[in-house]
């Protein structure tokens, strides 16, 4: 199986164990989930700041790797954290747009997408090869944070 395909399986597993779309969660739950999930993408920023200070020549290409390999792993974790009843809508602290959920196939697709690109990342920062990393580190940026953000997420207030 491919590593791309195993991360596709292991989502759609992860989705079936919390019978995503199909439950909810109480109020008190959501809030926390919200939290939960901001901390979370903060994470992500904090891992992608790692890569650019690599890039930038700050940190060496180890610790590089080690924030692009904590971008795959968040990444995985994504498809655990968007219970239904836990945006915007429900919870006013939320950025979460109501199409997460009424547009579900799309946004399972920009989370696979995102795995890609964070596994992409580390390769490139692997390679050792900075402009390719510059390169894969902009991807990342535009066509998996950016791209999931302009449809699914709500201007930060
Ligand atoms: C699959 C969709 C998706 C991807 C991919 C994604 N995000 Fe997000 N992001 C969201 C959503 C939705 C929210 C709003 C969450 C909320 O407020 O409940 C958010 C919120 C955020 C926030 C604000 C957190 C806060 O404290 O309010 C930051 C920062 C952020 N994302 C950074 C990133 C970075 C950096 C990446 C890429 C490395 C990324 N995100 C990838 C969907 C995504």
Redesign the pocket.
């Known amino acids: 199986m491919s590593k791309a395909l195993a991360g596709a399986v292991a989502i759609g597993a992860v989705i079936l164990a919390l019978g995503w779309g199909a439950g909810s969660v109480s109020a008190q739950d959501s809030a926390a989930v919200?939290k939960d999930?901001?901390?979370t993408?903060?994470a992500?920023?904090a891992?992608?700041g790692g890569v650019k200070k690599y890039l930038d020549g700050a940190v060496d290409q180890a610790a590089g790797t080690k924030s692009a390999e904590e971008?795959v792993s968040?990444?995985e974790s994504?498809a655990g954290k968007?219970p239904k009843g836990?945006?915007?809508a429900e919870?006013p602290?939320?950025?979460?747009?109501p199409e997460?959920w009424t547009e579900n196939d799309k946004?399972v697709a920009?989370?696979k997408?995102?795995i890609d690109q964070?596994q992409k990342l580390v390769v490139a920062v692997k390679s050792g090869d900075k402009t390719a990393a510059s390169a894969q580190y902009a991807a990342?940026?535009k066509d998996?944070?950016?791209?999931?953000?302009s449809t699914?997420?709500?201007p930060?207030k």
């Open positions: 919200v999930r901001q901390a993408m903060k992500q920023g891992a992608m971008l968040i990444s994504l968007f836990s945006g915007n919870v602290t939320s950025n979460a747009k997460i946004f920009a989370q997408t995102f964070a990342t940026g998996a944070c950016g791209a999931c953000h699914f997420r709500l930060l």
